[in-house]
């Protein structure tokens, strides 16, 4: 596939996620939503890119995501109204309204639903490879990545050879400390010690396909450096100036880019409007 066509496909998932999480704002805000809620806006080309990558090798992998899920959901082909009644608190929700927004799960796209303790889901989802020898990704934050049980069953699944990809949403933050003030030593540098392909990379949708020939094929680690742009929690924002890869990718690609946006954006917010309708 070439470069710009790749860049496209994978900018019209994450529109998907970016827009779905501007409604999530919205109603927010209006008090529509009244559950805690954590918003992966600005972190959305990760999962994006990596599903668009799937779908090119015709996988679909098992999914352990933590608390900041929506784009990893809706990235992967989750079912959007589902995802609103969830947010909703309805019975018609992705995990039957039990789940928030901090566990969403589907079995319709094999994504399993976080239990809160942060890192639980890299063990978790070693076992289900393990057990499987399912292609796995685990998707876990800067901070649920120091956990010691996190680390101990990436030793495992590099001894175990299994089609294992983790992948490290690093947005530098734990709630709002720093990853310097927690650490002095990289994720990428643990994985490799455990004889790992690993990598830290930012998260342009080109630099993860440069590097993505080994993933499902043994372990691998890639550290991603994004940025969140919301509040751990909620609606507000830390600055105003944090780097946004949405709006940098929309420029970049132009007017193709701005009508799936605006596309998508109406879609959306149509969704939305109708599912508090019929709710
Ligand atoms: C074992 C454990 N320790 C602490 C917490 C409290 N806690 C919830 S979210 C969070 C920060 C998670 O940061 P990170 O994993 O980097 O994900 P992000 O929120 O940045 O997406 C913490 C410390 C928890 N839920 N579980």
């Known amino acids: 596939m070439k470069d710009s066509n790749f860049r496209l496909d994978v900018f019209k998932k994450a529109s998907l996620c970016r827009n779905f999480e501007e409604e999530v704002i919205k109603y927010l805000n209006n008090k529509t939503i009244k559950i805690p809620v954590y918003v992966s806006a600005g972190q959305e080309f990760i999962s994006s890119t990596i599903s668009v ?39 018609s929700g992705c995990t039957k309204g039990m789940g928030g927004s901090a566990s969403i799960h589907s079995k319709e796209i094999n994504m399993f639903g976080h239990d809160g303790l942060m890192g639980s889901n890299g063990p978790i989802g070693v076992g289900a490879c393990f057990a499987t020898k399912k292609p796995t990704i685990v998707f876990l934050g800067d901070a649920a990545a120091e956990e010691d049980y996190v680390l101990g069953a990436m030793g495992w699944a590099s001894q175990k050879k299994l089609p294992i990809l983790f992948v ?17 030593w990289e994720m990428a540098d643990v994985a490799k010690s455990f004889k790992m392909n690993a990598y830290t990379i930012n998260d342009d949708p080109l630099s993860i396909k440069k590097i993505s020939k080994n993933f499902f094929k043994k372990p691998v680690l890639i550290n991603i450096n994004t940025n969140r742009i919301y509040w751990h929690a909620g609606a507000g924002k830390d600055s105003n100036d944090t780097f946004d890869r949405y709006d940098y990718e929309k420029k970049k690609l132009g007017i193709k880019a701005f009508k799936i946006h605006e596309d998508i954006k109406k879609q959306i917010k149509k969704l939305w409007l109708r599912q508090l309708e019929i709710r």
């Open 53 to 91: 990558l799937s779908k090119k090798k015709r996988l679909k992998p098992l999914l352990f995501g933590q608390h900041r899920c929506h784009s990893i959901y809706l990235s992967f082909g989750g079912n959007i109204k589902k995802l609103i009644d969830e947010l909703l608190g309805l019975k």
């Open 168 to 184: 490290i949403e690093d947005n530098n933050l734990s709630i709002l400390t720093e990853k310097k003030v927690r650490r002095n």
